[in-house]
């Protein structure tokens, strides 16, 4: 049975994914590899392993583990009922939630883990009020403190794709159970659960892998309690003298190689419990009531998520950008707005460096979105070892470190033979943009593409659509949604991305994390914490206009 | 319909996206032609004539403090003409990006905040000479290259920086900070990510031998806490979530204090480490009369008169610090740079892991 109406175009476009995917994504690793290889100027294959051998490298592999798998268990706590209420009750309606939600995703990890930082610290603003609070200072300072500020950072990320995964599942599944007799939690247990598996398999491996490959909270936080994982141990072979790339990429590919075994566990069980759920009968879907004290405990989840997540990191922000003087703590006549108007001045260098963040992750994520489709298109299903590869290759950005990619890609274009004079221009920042974001997408066309039933497309295709008609009448709008999210998803990262461009954007050029991240270094804190205010508010109002405007063309 | 207009959103987006795009493009044409002179690998005529005035363009990797560096910066350009194209970031950065960059260097001048770290570029041979540098001689002659390599055009000393509000009787000496009421209250700057704090730690070993490993023993004994870099040290200080920083630099504390911070710094009685800032021109730059009209800048009186300004300590002899304690009012270790380069590797090595 034919399953695709492309396939007798599929190899080209396979080999045309492999070729590009080359380029971008293996050439950058193949450096730091040849570079690992060559550690005196002499080819000296033992290298990697002797530095391996060398730097205590079980005891962080083993935390950066430990780290991960406590994530993965916390986001899920967080992020399951969230996506129930969200999906199966009439709370579904109140969509603003789906953006307020991103904002603990859009803070840079880095400014969120000093905002707990201020919070909870001896003499911090919790203290100011709640004297008696210093006694939970010593336990919040530990690595379940850690757990706690790194889940309730990347929880919406799960959130997300759990919710998406939920809407798709039809009532009239639900339905025919309950029909039958199947009583709520048997339904739950029978038939959500088993179709929930592979999307939640494969949210739990990016929130595994974004928790391993994360470099802000460990730097700020888990440096203060002595906590050190690989991306720490990277960082400081790559940024503090004596620079040793040998080390660095020996132990980024230890941390590559961990990962490749968390993908092949995620592909082995979405293969083997992946179900087509959006077929071409209309769907109706059932939302259970929230009345009396279901709504009442819906709201205070709700709320009580909402408080950890963004009330205590940004009521820390938002204090440390006012305050004139961080000495003096929280006084009426301690509070200031000039930091604002300062960063805000006309032709003034924060605001140049505002302007060039959004300026380039909007350009940045729309390619990434067109070539994240394409290439979500070309793994479809990812049966043949040609699509696997592609597969694996498009999500091995996420998979090492972002420092890594990026010494990567210095290297491969800045070396004296490279033709395309990239390097140090705005191109080379949309370029490692595009290349460390493209996994996003890439995971959320291929969740919604995964989900239609192919015979959508036979039907297409059968009642005289040509290819691209039915790409585009059919194949298109279906995937919109994932598109959208992972344009989303590409924006609000690159623009509050930081290692990369650190060591990527020409001299002289700033974005708002790197001016964020100077001012913390300059001393000048609050500029910063204003900064940051001023970067996630605009990207939370933008998306919101988004998400207002769609809303009001599905109701016409 | 529903669909339709889906697609018209999605059609928007991109062309919103192919917009910006175009500008983005011709804003790197005109980048790329402006740099496009100094990139020239292989431009077979020097087209720099020495008596004509300084054009082009000069990149300066550049370690802070921010407002310093800017200033001279603008100092220069108004002066020569020259579009400086500044990277700043902390020796460490520098450093990373320079060894990044290696097979295809970009950079001019060079600005680091350690002294053993120039040291080494030099003795890798990747610093260009420049003894004739105007004002030279002026330098204060331990901390510079004697055939000009690397010129030392500032510095800072380190102290006991502390919050005036927790901290009535300040300590005096480097062991204070062992005893037990400092129990838990101290933070001294990770030496892996400051070269400052780095300097310190070697230069104490350089004069005191071996035994000085017990000065740290009995630091880690007493609960003092690795935090970072210098600013990541001295923050928690100023929120009062610590009482005190070792080690800490000296231009932040004046700094802050200037600001209206509650925050001071003691020199310890038995005397500390001053660290010289080294700025140095890369073998390899290819606007070298740009580079060295940079340097024979930074030993001019006006920007030593920035440096001072910025509350650092001028690289001249003859130049007075302002508002704060001056080179010869700071007592310091017998500190020996050459062990401290040599052995700058095994202290961070031992340093880090007895603290980790």
């Known amino acids: 049975m034919q399953t695709n109406s492309f396939r007798s175009y599929t190899w080209i476009w396979l080999v045309l994914a492999l070729l590009l995917l080359g380029m971008l994504v293996l050439a950058p690793l193949m450096m730091i590899f040849w570079t690992s290889l060559y550690p005196d100027q002499n080819f000296d294959l033992q290298a990697p392993l002797r530095n391996i051998m060398q730097s205590e490298v079980s005891q962080v592999l083993f935390n950066s583990i430990w780290l991960g798998l406590c994530v993965i268990a916390a986001t899920t706590v967080l992020a399951f009922p969230l996506a129930w209420i969200m999906a199966k009750t009439e709370l579904r309606r109140h969509k603003w939630l789906d953006i307020v939600l991103l904002i603990p995703f859009m803070t840079p990890p880095y400014i969120g883990s000093m905002g707990w930082m201020l919070f909870m610290q001896t003499n911090g603003y919790m203290e100011q009020f709640i004297p008696a609070a210093s006694a939970l200072t010593p336990a919040f300072f530990s690595f379940w403190g850690m757990v706690t500020i790194m889940s309730l950072h990347l929880f919406p990320f799960l959130y997300l794709l759990l919710r998406n995964s939920l809407l798709q599942i039809s009532g009239n599944m639900e339905e025919a159970a309950a029909v039958h007799g199947g009583g709520f939690f048997y339904r739950i247990r029978r038939i959500i659960l088993p179709l929930l598996l592979s999307s939640y398999v494969m949210g739990a491996l990016l929130i595994f892998v974004k928790t391993i490959a994360e470099f802000g909270t460990p730097a700020t936080f888990g440096r203060k309690i002595g906590f050190y994982v690989m991306t720490s141990e990277i960082h400081k072979y790559i940024s503090s003298w004596p620079i040793d790339f040998g080390k660095a990429t020996s132990l980024a590919s230890v941390l590559l190689a961990s990962c490749l075994v968390m993908w092949y566990i995620q592909s082995v069980i979405s293969s083997r419990y992946s179900y087509r759920l959006v077929g071409g009968k209309g769907t109706v879907s059932k939302y259970a009531s929230v009345k009396n004290w279901r709504g009442f405990v819906c709201w205070f989840y709700i709320g009580l998520l909402l408080l950890a997540s963004i009330g205590v990191p940004y009521f820390s922000i938002i204090t440390a950008s006012l305050l004139k003087l961080r000495g003096e703590g929280l006084a009426w006549g301690n509070l200031t707005l000039q930091h604002y108007a300062d960063l805000l001045a006309p032709g003034s260098e924060s605001l140049n460096a505002l302007l060039n963040s959004f300026g380039l992750s909007i350009v940045a994520s729309t390619i990434a979105v067109v070539l994240g489709t394409w290439l979500a298109l070309t793994v479809q299903r990812s049966r043949t070892p040609g699509q696997k590869l592609v597969d694996l290759f498009s999500l091995l950005p996420n998979t090492v470190p972002g420092i890594v990619i990026v010494v990567g890609l210095i290297l491969l274009w800045n070396a004296k033979w490279m033709p395309i004079p990239l390097y140090n221009t705005y191109g080379m920042v949309v370029l490692t943009y595009v290349i460390l974001f493209l996994p996003y997408t890439v995971q959320y066309v291929k969740s919604s593409y995964g989900q239609i039933d192919p015979m959508l497309l036979q039907a297409g295709h059968v009642f005289g659509g040509r290819k691209l008609y039915v790409l585009r009448r059919i194949l298109l709008p279906l995937l919109l949604p994932g598109m959208l999210a992972g344009w989303m998803m590409t924006f609000t990262i690159s623009n509050r991305e930081l290692v990369a461009s650190l060591l990527i954007l020409p001299p002289g050029m700033k974005t708002s994390a790197t001016y964020i991240f100077a001012q913390f270094e300059q001393g000048a804190v609050s500029m910063g914490m204003a900064m940051a205010v001023i970067s996630v508010g605009i990207t939370t109002a933008l998306l919101l206009a988004m998400s207002y405007i769609s809303s009001k063309q599905k109701v016409e | ?356």
């Open chain 2, 1 to 356: 319909m529903r669909i339709a207009k889906q697609g018209m959103m999605l059609a928007l987006t991109v062309c919103m996206g192919i917009g910006l795009v175009g500008c983005g493009a011709a804003g790197n044409n005109a980048k790329t032609a402006e740099t496009a002179p100094a990139n020239s690998v292989s431009a077979p005529v020097e087209p720099q004539d020495t008596d004509k005035k300084l054009s082009g363009t000069l990149a300066v990797y550049s370690a802070g403090p921010e407002g310093l560096a800017n200033k001279i910066k603008e100092g220069f350009e108004a002066k020569t003409g020259v579009k400086v194209e500044m990277f700043q970031g902390t020796t460490g950065k520098i450093l990373a990006r320079m060894e990044a960059e290696k097979s295809n260097p970009a950079v001019d001048v060079v600005v680091l905040a350690s002294l053993p770290a120039m040291q080494g570029l030099n003795q890798d041979g990747m610093l260009l000479g420049y003894p004739e540098a105007a004002n030279a001689d002026k330098l204060i002659t331990d901390w510079s290259d004697k055939d000009g390599h690397y010129f030392s055009y500032s510095a800072s000393a380190l102290g006991i920086v502390y919050n005036t509000k927790l901290v009535q009787t300040p300590p005096t000496s480097w062991e204070d900070l062992a005893k037990p009421e400092w129990k838990g209250k101290v933070n001294i700057p990770d030496p892996s990510l400051s070269g400052s704090a780095l300097d310190f730690i070697s230069g104490y070993l350089s004069d005191v031998g071996e035994n000085g490993w017990t000065l740290f023993d009995s630091y880690k004994q007493n609960g003092v806490a690795m935090a970072g870099a210098n600013q990541e040290a001295l923050d928690p200080v100023i929120t009062g979530a610590k009482s005190v920083v070792a080690a800490g630099v000296d231009y932040m504390a004046y700094k802050a204090k200037a600001a209206g911070e509650p925050i001071d710094i003691v020199y310890p009685k038995e005397g500390s480490v001053i660290s010289p800032r080294p700025a140095a021109i890369m073998k390899t730059s290819k606007n070298s009369d740009n580079a060295k009209a940079f340097i024979d800048y930074l030993i001019s009186d006006e920007a030593q008169k920035l440096v001072a300004d910025a509350y650092l300590l001028p690289g001249r002899s003859d130049v007075e610090a302002k508002d704060r304690a001056n080179t010869s009012e700071i007592a310091t270790f017998n500190v020996n740079w050459q062990w401290m380069n040599e052995n700058s590797d095994s202290v961070t090595t031992k340093f880090t892991q007895l603290f980790k």
